[in-house]
């Protein structure tokens, strides 16, 4: 990971905007970042680690409320925003985020949680690819890209101050954490787990194939193998036996099942004479009914022929129906036509009269068209008079208010001028004050968090004793749940034999060894052990692993918050220098007396701005009342002239109307010539009108009376052709015999249901024909035969077939016998030859399971022996940089020893000293001393994972502070050091104030402090 540019807005120190641009010096570049203390030159560290994770730079910092990322120097209404574009892999990304804080919005503080954007961007700086907009997401995509939590990024990429020497004290555990993902070596892990997972599934299997066993014995009741093939062939002489005896009864009942089939065919025969006597009976009984269904189905069929002859009267009737309601409706037309012919007459009779006065109508008009122009010409005029009158008023007023308005401008002008002279000479004490209170503020709360801290240093001491307590019971509990574990292996291994032994059968072979005698078979002291024991171990092996390493955590915790307070506690008291010793109590006391004084002063101030603010506004605005007051003087002389005119006109045009005599209403007369325009064409119209009507009822009278004497024709000739066809029926009824009508109308049937009679008929006499020659048949049939007893026959049938079926169950289940026993005894032998192939594998592979996870004599896993090796080239790289820096005297090795039984080492580091000889722990060098070599130790790191395949390249380090505790010939060698990094293309930041710095590293981002009141720190770079 690269960084490229860093922006921060109110952040920190920084009430501003300010951008470093690290490209700026192009592939590999050597910064010093500057600046006197307190300017703020750690807080673009916390930029940059904020940016990416979050979090500041520093533990002591990181546990700050975000509220305090915000600089206390900003504008209400500026947002605080961190943003940050870094480069990984020739990927380009931005990050963007806004921590939880205050920010005044339309009056009013409000409340903004903490917020996070990443994009991806192309070479030109447009997004592409990626877009997060989730605090959650943003957090876990910068740890996949980069490849570190935020705590392993402070230990290698980010040195901070008083924590450089995190990673050269870390506990192996911690180290191993870090490795792990510099050189992506979580697949030895992965083998580590396999080799457990499968020496776990072998025991599965074997315990799983023991229990198969014992199962298939004690679900057959058997105690051993030989149990079960005596069984088999016990079975199978049974068998043998009861098949000798089966033909016998087939023979048996092969012979009842022919006199049964005899016996059933004489017994149908006889059966078919009784139903065919029975069937003619009953056809017999119905010849009566039949008889008579045929006699209706003939007079049906007569009633037939005359069906035409009635429909073709009715039809007649109907239509002579309907002809005397067609001359009804014509009589009543013809009646209202009449009416409506008198009407008409009487219509045309008015008409003709209001037509004759169209002449009289005509020259009114024209009287009434001549005065009605001079009307309206005097009516508008009277309109323009009433309208100049309304104008002139108008115009008046406005040039009244117009004048008042510019007379109390200028007065409150005047006012404002001598309230503004009484106000002035506030300025100077306000800023003196702002200055004493930004100083007060400080130092309250300085003072504040000092007494804080040293509450949390009594609670944090009293912490780290309890977490040591606690850490040595789980050592000791994670020891005896080892034992048991182990104890609880060995003994279901054990088990195995004798869980086998119990299975054995004197003269049957055995499964493993196949010997028929077992002189010694093993015997199992107790319960024979099973997987269940050993898991219930394992998982409390693993409870214990995971107790001892949150005991673990929780002293590394509280002694790194111990030490954190302690460097706090002394940051506070060097800041507040003699205000440390004064009382909480005054310093607040006087910080509210100079806000009481300042709050005294920003009243008077505010009044007097507000003044010159009115007095600036009022004069801006006085040109304009003035002009306004001359526009309105004008528009009402101009609207008193208009006046005089339009009276005049009027006076001219009363004096030439009354000369006239043109006098009225002119709407009224408007109204009598509309209404004569009107009434004119409408009298030839209506005239018109009326006569056409009085034409068209003529015409419809007359053709109305001649279709009803054509109809009345028509009628009387239909109604004489109607009786000559009812004397035909009547005639035609008696020649068939029926004398009566209503013998006619009984016979009458549809004709379907008439010829179905007939063809009933018909099918009776076939069917009794039939009957009697059913019946001569089957007596033929029955001479000289005697009915069989089927009852006999039937039950000597069925004993012949039940002893068969008896016997053939009794062999079938002989047969599931015999195969049952045979599968049994095959799936035993099955089960114990993949026993003894499974548990030769588990010889080899639970060993190697073992040797993996660290039960080994140096007690350690697969991935951290791998890790050690590759711990030991970084030790070899770092010893190289640091030996150049101490001049020879220190070199880095790793330790092979354990710093207690408690813990596991292997990823421990050793100094070996050139003066004394002797190798002792890193954590006994002196604090110059610890930072060369927590300084060698990251760069070596650098080194060996850019070195390895596959690993993370580390493109950037940042070193905050501690060269102020090198001498002046050390400080010129760990320079050295860190510019041959700069010429491997590495970006190196080193942060300090000392003096000598600057004159050896020419490109710096100096960080420049604000005056007191005057904003915030600010950043300017130099030769970069």
């Known amino acids: 990971m690269r960084p490229l540019h860093l922006t921060l807005r109110a952040f920190g120190p920084f009430a501003g905007e300010v951008r470093v641009d690290f490209a700026r010096g192009g592939d590999a570049q050597f910064l010093l970042i500057n600046g006197p203390t307190g300017a703020g030159k750690t807080s673009l560290l916390d930029g940059l680690c904020f940016a990416l994770y979050g979090k500041a730079s520093g533990e002591a910092r990181e546990k700050q409320s975000d509220r305090f990322l915000r600089s206390q120097q900003a504008r209400p209404e500026d947002e605080c925003v961190v943003s940050l574009v870094f480069e990984v892999a020739g990927r380009r990304f931005l990050v963007e985020r806004k921590p939880t804080q205050l920010v005044r919005s339309r009056g009013k503080d409000v409340e903004r949680k903490h917020s996070a954007g990443l994009w991806e961007l192309d070479a030109d700086g447009a997004v592409l690819g990626e877009r997060l907009g989730k605090v959650t997401d943003v957090n876990q995509r910068v740890e996949e890209l980069i490849g570190f939590t935020s705590e ?101 009942q092969a012979e009842a099942q022919a006199a049964l089939a005899r016996g059933q065919a004489v017994e149908r025969e006889f059966l078919e004479r009784a139903q065919a006597g029975e069937a003619l009976d009953a056809l017999a009984a119905r010849q009566t009914e039949a008889q008579a269904q045929a006699r209706r189905a003939e007079r049906a069929v007569k009633a037939l022929e005359h069906a035409d002859l009635e429909a073709a009267i009715a039809q007649g009737e109907r239509a002579a129906s309907g002809r005397l309601a067609e001359l009804a409706r ?24 209001a037509r004759l006065r169209v002449p009289e109508l005509a020259a009114e008009r024209e009287r009434l068209a001549a005065g009605l122009a001079r009307l309206r010409e005097r009516n508008a005029a009277a309109g323009r008079v009433r309208q100049a009158e309304s104008g002139e008023a108008a115009a008046s007023t406005a040039a009244a208010k117009a004048e008042q308005e510019l007379s109390a401008l200028d007065q409150r002008l005047e006012e404002l001028r001598r309230e503004a002279e009484g106000l002035s000479g506030l300025g100077a004490e306000a800023a003196r004050l702002d200055m004493e209170i930004s100083r007060l503020e400080a130092q309250t709360g300085q003072r504040a968090q000092l007494d804080e801290l040293t509450r949390k240093q009594s609670r944090a001491e009293a912490g780290l004793a309890q977490a040591q307590a606690g850490h040595a019971e789980a050592e000791a509990a994670l020891g005896q749940a080892r034992r048991a574990r182990q104890e609880a292996q060995q003994a279901l291994l054990h088990g195995r034999a004798a869980l086998l032994a119990a299975t054995l059968v004197q003269g049957q072979p055995c499964p493993v060894c196949g010997s028929t005698e077992h002189p010694g078979p093993a015997a199992g002291a107790g319960a024979l052990p099973d997987r269940a024991a050993l898991e219930k171990a394992e998982a409390a092996e693993a409870r214990a692993e995971k107790a001892l390493e949150s005991a673990r955590a929780a002293v590394d915790a509280a002694r790194t918050l111990a030490a954190r307070l302690e460097s706090g506690l002394a940051h506070c008291r060097e800041s507040l220098g003699e205000a440390a010793a004064m009382p909480a109590e005054e310093l607040s006391r006087r910080l509210a007396q100079a806000r009481e004084r300042a709050s005294a002063l920003n009243v008077g101030q505010e009044r007097l701005e507000r003044c010159r603010a009115a007095r600036e506004e009022l004069a801006a605005r006085r040109p304009e009342a003035l002009a306004r007051r001359d526009a309105a003087q004008a528009a009402h002389a101009g609207s008193a002239q208009a006046l005089a005119g339009a009276r005049a006109l009027l006076e001219r045009l009363r004096s030439e109307a009354d000369a006239q005599g043109a006098d009225g209403d002119a709407a009224a007369v408007q109204a009598r010539l509309d209404e004569l325009a009107r009434a004119i064409p409408k009298a030839e119209a209506d005239f018109r009108t ?54 006619y109308e009984e016979a009458k049937l ?32 029955c001479q000289g035969k005697t009915r069989p007893d089927m009852a006999a026959l039937n039950a000597a049938q069925e004993r012949a077939a039940a002893e068969l079926d008896a016997l053939n169950r009794e062999l079938g289940e002989l047969s599931t016998q ?14 114990a030859a993949r026993t003894r192939e499974l548990e030769e594998n588990y010889r080899v592979v639970g060993r190697l399971a073992d040797i993996a996870a660290g039960d080994n004599p140096r007690r350690m896993t697969l991935q951290r022996y791998v890790l050690a090796a590759l711990f030991e080239e970084v030790a070899r790289a770092a010893s190289q940089r640091l030996g150049r820096m101490s001049r020879g005297r220190y070199r880095l090795v790793r330790s092979e020893a ?127």
């Open 152 to 252: 392993q990024f402070r230990q290698v990429m980010v040195l901070p101050q008083g924590e450089f020497r995190r990673l050269l004290l870390a506990k192996s555990d911690e180290k191993e954490k870090i490795l792990r993902k510099l050189f992506g070596a979580g697949r030895y892990r992965l083998v580590e787990e396999a080799l457990k997972a499968r020496r776990n599934a072998l025991e599965r299997q074997l315990s799983e194939l023991g229990a198969g066993m014992e199962a298939i014995l004690s679900a057959k009741g058997a105690h051993g193998v030989g149990e079960l093939e005596e069984r088999l062939a016990a079975a199978l002489a049974r068998r043998g036996e009861r098949e000798a005896g089966r033909d016998g009864l087939r023979l048996a």
């Open 330 to 353: 014509l009589d009543r037309e013809l009646a209202e036509l009449e009416a409506r012919r008198a009407q008409a007459q009487e219509a045309l009779t008015r008409a003709e009269a």
């Open 690 to 743: 009326a006569q056409d009507a009085l034409n068209a009822l003529d015409t419809r009278l007359g053709t109305s009376r001649g279709q009803r004497g054509g109809l009345w024709q028509g009628h009387e000739e239909a109604l004489a052709l109607l009786a000559g066809q009812r004397q035909d029926f009547e005639r035609r009824l008696l020649e068939s015999g029926f004398y009566t009508r209503r013998e």
């Open 750 to 781: 549809p004709r379907q249901q008439a010829e179905a009679l007939q063809e009933a008929a018909a099918r009776h006499g076939q069917a009794l024909a039939a009957a009697r020659d059913r019946l001569d048949r089957a007596t033929a049939a």
């Open 818 to 831: 015999v195969q049952d026993l045979g599968e049994a005894l095959n799936a035993i032998g099955e089960k």
């Open 898 to 1024: 354990t710093r207690d039984a408690r813990s596991t080492g292997g990823l421990d580091l050793d100094v070996v000293d050139a003066h004394s000889g002797e190798a002792r722990p890193a954590s006994t060098l002196s604090g110059g001393e610890s930072f060369l070599a927590s300084l060698a130790l990251a760069l070596g790191l650098s080194d060996v994972v850019m070195a390895q395949q596959g690993g993370r390249r580390l493109d950037c380090i940042f070193i905050d502070e501690g060269f102020g505790a090198l001498d002046g010939d050390t400080l010129e060698d760990a320079l050295r050091t860190l510019a041959e990094l700069h010429g491997a293309g590495r970006l190196i930041g080193v942060i300090s104030h000392v003096a000598e710095l600057k004159e050896r590293i020419d490109a710096r981002i100096d960080v420049l402090p604000g005056r007191p009141g005057k904003g915030g720190s600010t950043v300017r770079q130099v030769n970069c």
